[in-house]
């Protein structure tokens, strides 16, 4: 990620068939993002305001910038991450000029997914801030946010927290995030999902996704990334040894799951 004005825009191959479960997720971004965009006119004949953006919550590691990345890839965006580095970037230096800059980075790019994570950094309580500057920031935050609909469309709005509930109020004033979606540890049927995607395209026997799933109780996809990682290290080094490709089994999968530990438990 980078901070300023001049950061090259990412284009994303990932689109939502890459991102397993979180399927009321994608509806929600469908609904406030996606369709807006294709359809300014529907939604202003029934007056439904275009613009504001979505803040996503929960434990790391979960898919909330993997679901951001793909939004992009779903159509044919740009996109824009701005990550606590960059913040605290704009913290010490000419912070004011900087946000601004990510915005109208964005807005010469549109359609661009703007995707702020770690977001509490700029959006601390005001209340909460003993120093001037982070009150600043905040308060050209909000600003530039509220130029979405005049003069930010076609730059979508993605953010994401572990702690909402150190966010000012102020940022879910309408027009601002009107929408916190909590986004789960995924539940069995997501991981078999999941699974499936991390191993497209490798080397695989028929594999039982579902027995592996159930073996990942509470498992974050970042766990699961683990998990497969694991299994691949484990089937290169065989594959080494033989001189040849062999394929991932349902047992190799097995086998490396009680290797990883949840990291979803202490959130
Ligand atoms: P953090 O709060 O730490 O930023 P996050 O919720 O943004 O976490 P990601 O960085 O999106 O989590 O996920 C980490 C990695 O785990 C992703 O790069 C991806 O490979 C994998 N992953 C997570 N969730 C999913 C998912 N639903 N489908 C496919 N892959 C996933």
Redesign the pocket.
Known sequence: TGGGGNVPIERPQVKFQ?????DALKEEIRLKIIHPLNHPDLYRAYGKPIGGGILMY??????????ARATAGEISAGFLSVGINDVLEMWIGSSERNLHEVFANARDNKPCVLFF??VDALGARRSDLKHSAGRQLTNQFLSEMDGIDATNEGVLILA?T?SPWHIDPAFRRPGRFDRILF?PP?DLA?RA??LE??LRGKPCDRIDFLSIAKKCEQF???D??AVVDLAIEAKLQEALKAGMPKPLTTADLLAAAPKQRSTTKEW
């Open positions: 890459d991102v397993g479960g979180m929960g434990p790391p590691g979960c898919g909330k910038t993997h679901l994570d770690e994401a572990n986004v995924p997501a999902a999941i995607i991390l974050s996809g970042a699961l990334k």
